[in-house]
Each structure stands twice: as C-alpha cells, then as structure tokens.
Nanobody, 124 residues
Framework: QVQLAESGGGLVQAGGSLRLSCAAS????????MGWFRQVPGKEREFVTA????????VYADSVKGRFTISRDNAKNTVYLEMSSLKPEDTAVYYC?????????????????WGQGTQVTVSS
C-alpha cells in the first residue's frame, strides 16, 4: 500500500503561481512513477503531468506545457507540481497518483494509488 497526501492548494489570481506537494508513505516511493491529474465537477479527470520513478523523464499535457513543472525528491518521498502563469481554466481539484511502472503513464487506469485531492482555484 502507498498512501498519498496532497497539500498546497488554494486561491490564487490569474497569472500567479502555486506549488503543490504530494507526500507518500508506505512502500518504496522510488519504485513508482508519479502523476498529477485534475478534475472539474461534471467533467472527466484529466491527465496533467507525470514523472518517471528516477525523475529523469517527464511528460505534460499540452494545456500545461511550459507553465507547470513536475519534480520529485525520492529522499523525502515527495513529488511536487510547480504551477505558474495560472489561468482560470486551471481551476480544479488536483490529485496525485502512483503507478508501479518504469514508464510515465498518462492513463488513470495505469495508476495504482490516489490521493484525496487538493483544490486549486484561479480567479480572473
């Protein structure tokens, strides 16, 4: 089992920045690819970004490319999501997820564990 806990969400103005953290506990964090997804009420949860277990490979959704940065600190069992140039359309509940995989999955079905989510609201 892997337990995930997101933090760092909140209210920010458009153009601002925010950093989300996801702390993991349980099995060896370094064996898992980590991803961030987001969901708006009434819509499907969508992929945002993911990072390989080693941290050497990252992938991003086109909508956030160049604005968001994913990173991880395996010594601290934590993955981060740095968000900048935020837009109102980035408003969502953000979830981190762990996948026992050597790749960087984009599909929800490939992730084994999920956090409870943290709300990010971007005001215009």
């Amino acid at each position: 089992q892997v337990q995930l806990a997101e933090s760092g969400g909140g209210l920010v103005q458009a153009g601002g920045s925010l950093r989300l953290s996801c702390a993991a506990s349980g099995r060896t964090f370094g064996n898992y690819a980590m991803g961030w997804f987001r969901q708006v009420p009434g819509k499907e949860r969508e992929f945002v970004t993911a990072i390989r277990y080693s941290g050497r490979t990252t992938v991003y959704a086109d909508s956030v490319k160049g604005r968001f940065t994913i990173s991880r600190d395996n010594a601290k069992n934590t993955v981060y999501l740095e968000m900048s140039s935020l837009k109102p359309e980035d408003t969502a509940v953000y979830y981190c997820a762990a996948a026992y995989s050597y790749t960087v999955p984009r599909e929800q079905k490939d992730y084994d564990y999920w956090g409870q989510g943290t709300q990010v609201t971007v005001s215009s």
